[in-house]
């Protein structure tokens, strides 16, 4: 009889408890990834997923275990594998948000009718869903609240053990199909794409470079973190979220490591706080999806679901190609298209310009940022993509649209982002490169011709935000 270590994120070898468990059990222990094709993830994070499965294999493998990567419908081989390797238990870390749900749902069932034990671990969260809930016994709805009450609730904070030993038990047993011991094909032909590769060119994934990155940050970044995080030229803020995403690195394990670090007063809390309060809203999002599963696809204020969205494929794909018109917001999309991640700070304008100046549905963003993002992630997308449409939890109010160009002075001063990510634009002043087309004498001067090397804004600002206005106006008075 074998245990089943079911792993879906969580692609590391250290603080892994569902591992740590089995490992701790008798009999042969067998690490698996399930590979739907139909459950499939983004192109990003697939890319992503390919390159750290194999670094998780290899690694395992220096540990003296293995990783099977199992191909197919996942009920059919999770259900096959149970009954041929004779699995009497399955652990697992649970996961919020869609494919994930969905298929520790049917885990579930096949457990059941094999009267097999299914064991979920909380391990990606700091406290579990359960334990934080406001007076009235319900979730929270606002973040600060959320986070003084995860705060006062510190001390359950438990933390992981982070060695998990020798893994030769992984190996005891092996698949019938060789095949598990490699990619999947459609992995590989991905990782193999020329524009994969490119990505790619930017990162490495896995547990050692997250590390490495945390402690590069925490020396150079996080004492300045509260102050540089919005401007996105300064690269101030960690570059973790991927490796976050992907539990290359864990936050329970980041948030001890801190605590350490500012116990023996390496880093001032002033500074470490911060920054651990924006990982808290990485838990607030895990948190609010699990207890509103519906608002991966419907507006948690139900009022909204009557938003008149627009159908305009030419001015969507325009914001996909970073062809807006809008210089802070093309320079975003480009950056995503070319390194499949963006600033926070320019997440919020390119939404904003999508739902609230272009009339477009947050799940047409959404789904583009799934598409693309290394770090697309169920539960940040979709509280993301909410609070911004202004439909959300907590969300900003459907009145305050980002002016971008107002924006893009405030943190993009002297035009250096925008200059990286639309170099058409680079010999304009600093004055003129927010919003060229108040600048027509300028860009003639520098040879440029907007209509021609850049495109003249899609929309008018003032006139679309005044549209937004009245929109949102009307679903008020209707509600
Ligand atoms: P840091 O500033 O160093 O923050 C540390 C960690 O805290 C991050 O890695 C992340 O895990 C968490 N975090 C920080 N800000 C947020 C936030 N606003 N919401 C939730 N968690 C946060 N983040 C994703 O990980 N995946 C997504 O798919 C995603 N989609 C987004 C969509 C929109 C429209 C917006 C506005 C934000 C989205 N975010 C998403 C949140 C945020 O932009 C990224 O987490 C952040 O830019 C990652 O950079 P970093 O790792 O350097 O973050």
């Known amino acids: 009889a074998a245990t089943l270590v079911w792993l879906q994120r969580e692609f590391r070898l250290s603080a892994l408890p569902a ?32 390159h750290s499965l194999v670094l998780l294999q290899k690694n395992m493998r220096a540990k003296g275990g293995d990783l099977w990567v199992v191909d197919g419908d996942f009920a059919t081989q999770f259900s096959k594998l149970l009954s041929d390797y004779k699995v009497r238990q399955v652990m697992y870390s649970f996961q919020v948000g869609t494919p994930f749900m969905q298929m520790q749902q049917q885990a579930l069932a096949i457990c059941q009718q094999y009267k097999v034990a299914l064991t979920p671990f909380y391990s990606e969260f700091l406290l579990e869903p359960q334990a934080i809930s406001n007076q009235q016994n319900k979730p929270y709805l606002v973040f600060t609240p959320f986070y003084k009450a995860l705060m006062a609730k510190q001390q359950y904070i438990e933390p992981l053990q982070e060695d998990i030993g ?36 930017h990162w490495q994934v896995g547990e050692q470079a997250a590390w490495q990155k945390l402690d590069e940050f925490i020396k150079q970044g996080i004492d300045s973190y509260d102050y540089d995080r919005d401007f996105p030229s300064l690269n101030a803020t960690s570059g973790l979220s991927q490796y976050l995403h992907f539990g290359e690195i864990n936050p329970r394990v980041i948030y001890y490591y801190l605590q350490a670090l500012m116990a023996e007063n390496l880093v001032k809390a002033e500074q470490a706080m911060p920054w651990i309060r924006q990982l808290v809203w990485k838990e607030f999002a895990r948190h609010l999806l699990v207890h509103f599963p519906q608002t991966e696809t419907e507006p948690f204020q139900s009022k909204y679901k009557t938003m008149a969205w627009q159908e305009d494929l030419p001015n969507y794909q325009a914001w996909q190609k970073g062809l807006t018109g809008i210089p802070i917001v093309d320079a975003g999309m480009r950056e995503l298209w070319e390194t499949g991640t963006m600033h926070n700070r320019v997440r919020m304008l390119v939404a904003s310009f999508l739902t609230k100046n272009l009339n477009q549905s947050w799940l047409k963003g959404k789904a583009w940022f799934d598409n693309t993002l290394f770090d697309a992630d169920p539960a940040n997308n979709v509280m993301g993509w909410q609070w911004v449409a202004g439909c959300g939890v907590d969300a900003s109010p459907y009145y305050r649209l980002f002016n971008p160009v107002t924006q893009s002075v405030k943190f993009d001063d002297d035009g250096e982002y925008i200059r990286t990510w639309v170099p058409e634009l680079k010999l ?7 919003a060229p087309w108040e600048y027509l004498a300028e860009c003639k001067l520098k040879g440029i011709e907007l209509g021609t090397d850049y495109p003249y804004p899609l929309v008018d600002l003032k006139q679309s935000r005044t549209e937004h206005l009245e929109r949102v106006a009307a679903i008020k008075a209707a509600s």
Request: a negative charge; aromatic letters at 6%.
């Open 19 to 50: 591992l740590q468990a089995a490992l701790d059990s008798a009999g042969g222990v067998i690490v698996a990834y399930f590979h739907d094709p139909k459950q499939q993830v983004g192109e990003a994070n697939s890319l992503w997923l390919a």
């Open 428 to 434: 304009l002043s600093s004055k003129a490169i927010h």
């Open 166 to 201: 020798c893994l030769t038990r992984c190996a005891q047993i092996q698949p019938t199909d060789q095949a598990w011991l490699d990619l999947p094909a459609d992995l590989q032909a991905l990782a193999r794409e020329p524009w994969a590769k490119k990505m790619m060119s």
